[in-house]
Structure formats: structure tokens, C-alpha cells
């Protein structure tokens, strides 16, 4: 076992399984989805990613750092909205474009 392994397995136990989801692309959103509503107390908007099909509710401060790359302004409210990205925390996606779509 190589030192650079070894860190890998001290990691490993610490943290469990860090592997993130592999973004093969291509998911659509489905509307019925998108269109119930939130459900976490602070949530304003949902983001899906077209990478790895994941849904995911952000508060107000979560959407700005998502769009923060993107040179993207939030609107006023978010409401009636989503937002849609192709790479997540939770995938391997390397695109951090986000846009902001109309359920
Ligand atoms: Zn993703």
C-alpha cells in the first residue's frame, strides 16, 4: 500500500464512501415535481441537476452561491421557478452554469 492509499483508507474511515455520483448527463426534470410544494422551512427554490437527476431545496443563501458563477441575479422571488444546473454537490459534474427556469 502506498502512502497516497493509505490516506485514501484513513479518509475512507473517517468519512465513509466519498465517491459522488457519476453525472452522465441528460436528465429532464419532471414537472409534477418541481411544482409541489417546498418543504423545508427556509427552502425558496428547488434546484435539479441535468447531470445526476437530483433534486435538491435551497434557502435564499444556497441559490446565490449556486448562481454566484454565472454572473446570474436572482429575482425578488423565486416563485414559480426553478433552477437548473448540470453539475450538483452530489455528482462528479464539472459544468457550474446554472440557470434559472420557468416550472
Ligand atoms: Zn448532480
Avoid at 409534477?32 to 433534486?55: A, I, M, N
Avoid at 434557502?59 to 454565472?70: C, K, N, S
Avoid at 444546473?85 to 464539472?94: F, M, N, V
Amino acid at each position: 500500500m502506498t502512502n497516497d492509499d493509505n490516506s485514501q483508507e484513513i479518509k475512507k474511515s473517517f468519512f465513509g464512501q466519498v465517491k459522488k455520483i457519476e453525472a452522465t448527463g441528460g436528465h429532464t426534470p419532471d414537472l409534477g415535481r418541481l411544482q409541489k410544494p417546498l418543504e423545508g422551512p427556509d427552502s425558496v427554490v428547488r434546484l435539479f441537476c441535468t447531470g445526476c437527476g437530483t433534486y435538491v431545496e435551497l434557502t435564499q443563501r444556497g441559490a446565490e452561491i449556486m448562481v454566484r458563477p454565472t454572473n446570474v441575479s436572482l429575482p425578488a422571488s423565486l416563485e414559480g421557478n426553478y433552477l437548473k444546473t448540470a453539475s450538483c454537490s452530489a455528482c462528479d459534474g464539472d459544468d457550474p452554469t446554472v440557470t434559472i427556469e420557468i416550472i
